[in-house]
């Protein structure tokens, strides 16, 4: 088992931990790791995400005072000062500050994939665009990907969005889900190529919409792809105020093939947040639901696994 790198943070300043596979706390990296400040120090600081590239060494990236600084640090915790300045990079975007980060991905070659929204950003309609960015191994824009490096689209003509979950295929394809608005709320998902141009081959033109109940709201929070190319993504279908956990089946073109939806608290909420694969193909979802015991007017864990 690798060990774990993550934050601790609750008003600033943070801090980043790792835990050895017993779960105690790595006192070697502790000692060297320096996550910030950076510049004038922190003020309204929080984290946004880590990840582990495939050497070892760990990107973070926090936003401050609206804008994002990424850190990268060597596997021993001490700051990697080959990147960056002293192994901080400021990220700025030429036309827009971007409010809302969904993922940053490590990539095997040292790059670096973010995704996002455009402002404004509202945390219930979500926005009209969102983009996605590739940062070279030094933190560069990579002029390979999109328009100097940036991809930037809208959800569709009268539409709004959320983008959720991204991820990359072993092809090198970027797979996002989330959810659009109209008239009602349903599951979306789009596919570009490693370039960041749509993949045409999925769904109409890159992208699929489904609308699971007509009238009602399906969201799309996690993704995951089996070694046969099937995409499921799992979240929430029903009426805002008592969804249940939904999980879904597509090929790997994005064609509707089946689903599944199923509440743990009778007549109460429920929604999945995240999905992985087990190696035997079973699926495991984990989520919230409401306390069974109605005399608690709170959230409890949930969790299932799901035959293939």
């Not at 404004?120 to 009209?128: A, E, L, N, Q």
């Not at 799309?220 to 969804?243: F, L, Y």
């Not at 009778?266 to 639901?289: A, F, H, I, M, R």
Request: proline share 5%; charged share 20%; glycine share 12%.
């Amino acid at each position: 088992m690798r060990k774990f790198s993550g934050f601790l943070s609750d008003r600033a300043p943070f801090k980043t931990v790792r835990l050895s596979p017993n779960g105690g706390v790595d006192d070697v990296f502790a000692s060297n790791v320096s996550i910030g400040p950076c510049c004038s120090g922190f003020f309204n600081a929080r984290p946004v995400q880590i990840a582990v590239r495939s050497d070892g060494k760990i990107l973070a990236l926090i936003t401050d005072e609206g804008g994002y600084f990424l850190y990268r640090v060597n596997p021993d915790g001490t700051r990697d000062t080959t990147f960056g300045v002293n192994g901080v990079l400021g990220i700025g975007f030429n036309k827009f500050s971007p409010t809302n980060f969904i993922e940053m991905i490590a990539m095997d070659d040292g790059k670096i994939l973010l995704v996002g929204h455009v402002p404004p950003f509202d945390s219930t309609t979500g926005s009209s665009e969102f983009f996605l960015a590739r940062l070279t191994e030094s933190g560069l824009w990579d002029k390979r990907f999109g328009r100097s490096g940036f991809v930037r689209l809208a959800f569709g003509s009268g539409l709004t969005g959320t983008v959720r979950k991204a991820l990359l295929q072993t092809d090198g394809k970027i797979l996002v889900c989330g959810n659009v608005r109209s008239s009602d709320t349903d599951v979306w998902m789009a596919r570009f190529r490693p370039n960041g141009k749509p993949d045409t081959t999925f769904g109409s033109d890159g992208v699929v919409i489904n609308d699971f109940a007509s009238g009602a709201t399906d969201i799309a929070n996690s993704i995951a792809i089996s070694p046969d190319g099937k995409i499921r993504i799992a979240g929430e279908v029903g009426s805002e105020t008592t969804p249940s956990f939904l999980v879904a089946r597509f090929s790997a073109t994005g064609a509707f093939e089946e689903q599944t939806s199923f509440s743990f608290t009778t007549g109460e909420y429920s929604g999945v947040g995240d999905v992985t694969l087990q190696p035997d193909g079973k699926l495991l979802v984990v989520g919230y639901t409401r306390n069974p015991d109605m005399s608690i007017n709170a959230s409890v864990f949930a969790a299932a696994r799901l035959a293939e």
